[in-house]
């Protein structure tokens, strides 16, 4: 067939393309240099006469778009096209197209394209609360606690895994409160060494220990008018948590070496990657603390639990990266799309950001592809693991083998990156990835 419109005459196009669009739906057809070679019925009415015969796509819609359509010609991919919507007032919803080559010989002359409308999104509306972006209901209920308790005085247990949102959370609950105009404070409880961290969280006198030249407040009462984040609070050792009870329940600090009572006018929102009931029942952490802190437990979900984010997420992250100038990233590839869906992202929404902000730098041209993802999206999928004895160096695990948890507190303390996590267990990145992969539960 000749694309050019010489060798068959115009009826027998049109015959041909109402053929065609009887089983492949709305179809246009393109010539080599994108210009429009014919419409059928159907595709001409989807596109309320948008795009005519004779016309290039570069004339039909603005740059932008212009040049996803050319590179989803060139990539004979299946891609939504949102700002197709505009060409069908009264349907809001976007139109999605997909492209097969036209050969003459093996010479390519062309492209058919099919076009449907998409399918309406199966999730609710998006939402950006204080720098947490969702579209998944759950979170969106979140936000709703979130606000009715940070008008309270009441202390916050905050659980889920690392890169979850924690923090943001924290600061969200000060921000809403009247103590807004406080000061927010944060400290991570598994990050120091429990006498540094006592002095940090109570301050201490001068002359208290070596190297104590003066007198130092600590966080509560640097804190104090404002809220004080507790971040991974389940680490904390059992005589420090006594401690804390104490001033919880006094609001007075003794600071390490003094003998006064300071007190402190402080909310307490408290963060934890465990379950704090089972450290309860193992012994780990005292109830009567537990009760304490979680007079309001809020639980954020995994990006594993909330799929439907990973997506927009990502297109967010890349849209922010793009802004800062340089590659200009329009989609994914199909087989990217696939590789970010399927994996168990144990660094959470903090992860999704650093591997956006990877590929970006790494790769180059309007399609962010597969290969252009961190190593670990190409690692073959687990087989028969068996759970590892992870040795001498150790550090943080109990029992004689590396659990999820242990993962999981190993990542926390890591702010998620694998390597290092891996590296404190003694295990391999690769081990560390499948072993999430094949449980991918809740922790505890
Ligand atoms: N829902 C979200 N929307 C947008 N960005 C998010 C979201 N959740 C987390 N992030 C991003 O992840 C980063 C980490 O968030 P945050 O520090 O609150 O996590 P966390 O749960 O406290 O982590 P950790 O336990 O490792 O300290 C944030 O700076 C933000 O960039």
Redesign the pocket.
């Known amino acids: 067939m000749n694309l050019g419109g010489e060798g068959l005459p115009a009826e027998a196009l049109k015959q041909s393309l109402r053929a065609l669009e009887s089983f492949a739906g709305p179809t246009v057809l393109i010539d080599a240099q994108t210009r429009v070679l014919a419409l059928g019925a159907q595709a001409h009415s989807l596109l309320k006469g948008r795009l005519k015969p004779g016309q290039r796509l570069a004339e039909a819609f603005e740059a932008r778009l212009a040049d996803t359509l050319r590179a989803a010609l060139r990539a004979r991919e299946e891609l939504p096209i949102a700002a197709l919507e505009a060409a069908s007032p009264g349907s809001p919803r976007a139109l999605r197209l997909r492209a097969t080559d036209l050969t003459e010989g093996n010479r390519s002359v062309g492209w058919a394209i099919h076009l449907a409308v998409a399918p309406e999104a199966p999730d609710g509306p998006e939402e950006?609360f204080h720098?947490?972006?969702?579209q998944e209901p759950q979170?969106r209920q979140l936000f709703r606690t979130i606000e009715r308790a940070a008008r309270t005085e009441a202390s916050v247990l905050?659980r889920?895994?690392?890169?979850?949102?924690?923090?943001?959370?924290?600061?969200a609950l000060h921000t809403l409160s009247s103590r807004a105009k406080g000061p927010f404070r944060a400290i991570?409880c598994a990050a120091l060494s429990p006498s540094l961290l006592e002095s940090e969280l109570f301050g201490h006198v001068r002359g208290a220990f070596t190297g104590a030249v003066r007198d130092s407040p600590g966080h509560f009462r640097l804190a104090g008018g404002g809220t004080l984040f507790l971040?991974?609070v389940a680490e904390l050792p059992l005589e420090l948590q006594a401690k804390l009870l104490r001033v919880l329940e006094t609001h007075s600090v003794i600071p390490v070496g003094g003998r006064e009572a300071i007190s402190v006018d402080v909310r307490i929102v408290a963060?934890t990657?465990r379950a704090l009931r089972r450290e309860v029942e193992q012994g780990r952490f005292r109830a009567d603390l537990m009760y304490r802190l979680r007079v309001v437990p809020l639980f954020?979900p995994s990006l594993r639990e909330r799929p439907g984010?990973i997506l927009p997420?990502a297109d967010?992250f890349l849209k922010d990266l793009n802004a800062r100038g340089g590659r200009q990233v329009l989609r994914f590839s199909a087989p990217a799309r696939r590789l970010l869906q399927e994996y168990p992202w144990p660094?959470?929404?903090?992860e999704l950001?650093n591997v956006m902000e990877y590929a970006h730098v790494m790769g180059e041209g309007p399609v962010l592809s597969e290969a252009e993802l961190p190593p670990e999206f190409h690692e073959p999928p687990a087989t028969g693991l068996k759970p590892l004895n992870t040795g001498a160096p150790r550090r943080l695990a109990p029992s004689a083998t590396v659990g999820l948890d242990d993962i999981r507190r190993a990542?926390?303390q890591t702010?998620?990156n694998r390597a290092k996590a891996a590296a404190l267990l003694g295990i391999s990145r690769i081990t560390l990835w499948r072993r999430l992969r094949q449980d991918p539960g809740k922790t505890g």
């Open positions: 950006l720098g947490l972006w969702t979170m905050v889920g895994e690392s890169g979850t949102g924690k923090e943001l959370t924290a600061y991570n971040d991974e963060a990657h954020l984010d997420l967010r660094g959470n929404v903090r950001r990542l926390s702010q998620g």
